[in-house]
């Protein structure tokens, strides 16, 4: 039976003999060894890898001058590093050799300028040299240059935990005249509610730095610190800003920074620091709304505040919650975003810029819209742009901002607002009149919203949040700035209508905002009435379009059951209008010219406001002049009487035949 079978190898192995798996596996292992030792053959050749195996190496006290060694190695690095960035690698033994002064003072400046991240920056890299720093040695320029390094890359840091554990010691350089301005700004950064100590300064730095002391420990800083403080941290990241915009645009890769106007929350998840408590939950690991409400009182935000704007959970949470330290982080970014990185952005006006403008500033609008509020950072940079601005750039995006600024003081509207506004409007086409009366007719209308919701008996806050937008005023002041912009959109529209030869689109856009004026005290509870000026009125009741005199019809209605309202109140202290004698007395005016003049063909007689001399009436040859603005022959009309005169004419033939 043995001798049937056809076997052709032996059924039991003999360990001598090797099988095909093991001869595979040394044949892979093999292939790896070799790609392996031609690795490492290829950095040994690598003049950059060369060049920091020599700052790692070099030893303390070589000197500078004529060492043609060290100028080959850092002119080595300093390629790389603005070519495509140096590695986290990198960036520990040139900051380390930077700062350690192995070969004197000479290098340490001239190696922190190229020290441009491609990545992250290590963490560990960072505490060694602030230890580098404590030692004293360091000259205060170079001092001060790392402290700017640091505050360019710390979104780039990949932890800030140990950063943290010595901010006692970061502290201690406060008391520096050279550092302080930018050790407040590391400080502001990486301070939280458990951060220690504080002193009292007046510089605005350290007021900057001492009013997020007060949000999380008040019983601390007994100093009253404003709401409105003017820039305390300056740009610091001019000496590697276009490096590494350029670095970044060469790798294709965005890195979380403060340099870029667009930061998506999804880009901190790479940068999440870590919790040393299990109960800190980081927003990026939140992915619905179920997940917040669940996390609502353990939410660890970014360090980069720029990545809330767009993020309607990150909105959620700010909205619910009213962090006042968060809120007054995310004011800072944006007054420093608005500021450096846009009004007086030096990188020119690409089609690349403005993109990347337009999307931040669009996120912006989202995120005031969802929170129902404006940040002083941007009512501030308003105030700035609108004397540089044209008109023309990014146009939409800046007239929503400015409808979204809260109530001025009627004694700074004036220079505020109403002059940049004013050269704009009488200099511009006829679409950004339209569109300005549009944005004004915005702020008005959510001035009285606000009015609506946050009125008090003796005060008027203007903002619900009273950490970074806080106005106190009384009705008295609300109504005076109030009435202020009611009377500047009333000189604009008498003039711009003049300008444009009344155009029906403009006279549309004065309308829409005198529809939302003559409603203030039914609608909105305003003890006020303000009426059109004439050269409103009166443009609207003579316009070729039955549109607009109809719309003015309404108008005048509206203002009579207002009035009406207001004479019913009187009696009733809280809710008392008073109205001037000369409001009164311009509405009647316009009732009265309105009925002469459409329903009782009474036109240019005396006290009607248009008066012209008989003998030019009569060159006119025009008969019975006196009905031109009758319901029949008004010019707004006139095509339908003409119709309605065809139709019965039609109906009468029909009828005799």
């Known amino acids: 039976m043995a001798t049937g079978l056809n076997v052709t190898g032996p059924l039991i192995s003999d360990p001598s003999f090797p099988s095909d798996q093991s001869v595979s596996s040394r044949s892979i292992n093999k292939s790896l060894r070799v790609a392996e030792k031609e690795r490492r053959k290829l950095e040994a050749e690598d003049p950059f890898v060369l060049a920091l195996k020599y700052f790692s190496d070099v030893e303390a006290g070589t000197p500078v001058i004529g060492n043609d060694e060290f100028e080959k190695n850092l002119v080595q690095v300093e390629k790389v590093a603005y070519s495509k960035g140096l590695s986290p690698e990198g960036i520990s033994i040139m900051l380390e050799f930077s700062m350690s002064l192995r070969m004197g003072n000479a290098p340490c400046v001239r190696v922190l300028k190229c020290l441009i991240p491609a990545t992250v920056v290590p963490q560990e890299a960072v505490v060694r040299a602030v230890a580098w720093l404590c030692v004293g040695k360091i000259p205060i320029s170079a001092q001060v240059l790392f402290i700017k390094w640091v505050l360019t890359v710390f979104d780039m840091i990949d932890a800030k935990d140990q950063l943290r554990a010595i901010y006692g010691f970061i502290f201690n350089f406060v008391t ?103 109960r800190v939950v980081p927003l990026v690991q939140l992915h619905s709304f179920a997940q917040l409400l669940k996390n609502m009182h353990c939410v660890e935000l970014p360090a980069q505040m720029g990545s809330l704007l767009g993020s309607s959970l990150a909105l959620h949470y700010l ?104 050269q704009l409007f009488f200099t511009s086409s006829l679409f950004f009149k339209c569109g300005l009366i549009e944005c004004l007719n915005n702020m008005l209308s959510k001035w009285l919203c606000w009015n609506t919701v946050y009125c008090l008996e003796d005060n008027l806050d203007i903002s619900p949040n009273k950490s970074h937008t806080s106005i106190n005023m009384t009705l008295t002041d609300f109504k005076d700035s109030l009435m202020e912009l009611v009377h500047f959109v009333g000189r604009l529209a008498s003039v711009g209508l003049q300008l444009e030869g009344y155009n029906s689109l403009l006279l549309s856009f004065i309308l829409d905002f005198y529809e939302t004026v003559c409603d203030m005290f039914v ?135």
């Open 176 to 278: 520096e005249e050279n550092l302080c301005p930018f050790i407040c700004h590391l400080l502001y950064l990486l301070t939280r509610k458990e951060s220690g100590k504080s002193h009292i300064f007046m510089q605005p730095f350290l007021l900057h730095l001492l009013s997020l002391y007060k949000v999380f420990c008040p019983e601390l800083v007994t100093l009253s610190i404003q709401s409105r403080m003017k820039t305390g941290f300056r740009n610091h990241n001019a000496p590697w800003k276009s490096a590494l915009i350029a670095v970044q645009k060469r790798s294709g890769s965005q890195v979380a920074s403060s340099t870029s106007f667009l930061f998506t929350l999804h880009q901190m998840q790479c940068l999440t620091e870590p919790s040393v408590s299990k």
């Open 319 to 422: 909205d619910c919650v009213q962090d006042e330290s968060a809120l007054l982080r995310l004011n800072f970014w944006l007054g420093y975003a608005l500021h450096e990185e846009f009004l007086f952005c030096g990188d020119g006006g690409s089609s690349q810029n403005l993109e990347e403008a337009q999307q931040f500033l669009n996120k912006l609008l989202f995120t005031q819209d969802f929170l129902q509020e404006g940040f002083s950072s941007s009512e501030a940079f308003l105030y700035k742009f609108l004397r540089v601005w044209d008109g023309s750039l990014l146009r939409s995006q800046v007239l929503g901002l400015l409808s979204n600024i809260p109530v001025i003081p009627s004694i700074k509207i004036g220079q505020f607002l109403f002059e940049p506004l004013m």
């Open 523 to 657: 609608k909105y509870e305003l003890p006020l009435v303000l009426v059109p000026p004439a050269g409103v009125f009166y443009p609207a009741l003579f316009a070729t379009d039955p549109v607009s005199v109809d719309r003015l019809a309404y108008i005048m209605y509206r203002y009579q059951v207002n009035l009406t309202e207001a004479k019913s109140h009187r009696k009733q202290p809280k809710k008392a209008c008073r109205i001037s004698h000369h409001t009164l007395c311009d509405f009647n005016h316009y009732m009265s010219v309105m009925v002469n003049c459409l329903w009782n063909s009474k036109m240019f007689e005396p006290d009607m406001g248009i008066q012209l001399k008989e003998e030019l009436l009569l060159k006119a040859n025009i008969p019975e002049y006196w009905e031109s603005f009758n319901f029949i022959h008004h010019p707004a009309f006139l095509s339908y009487a003409v119709d309605f005169h065809h139709k019965v004419s039609v109906n009468y033939l029909y009828v005799m035949f």
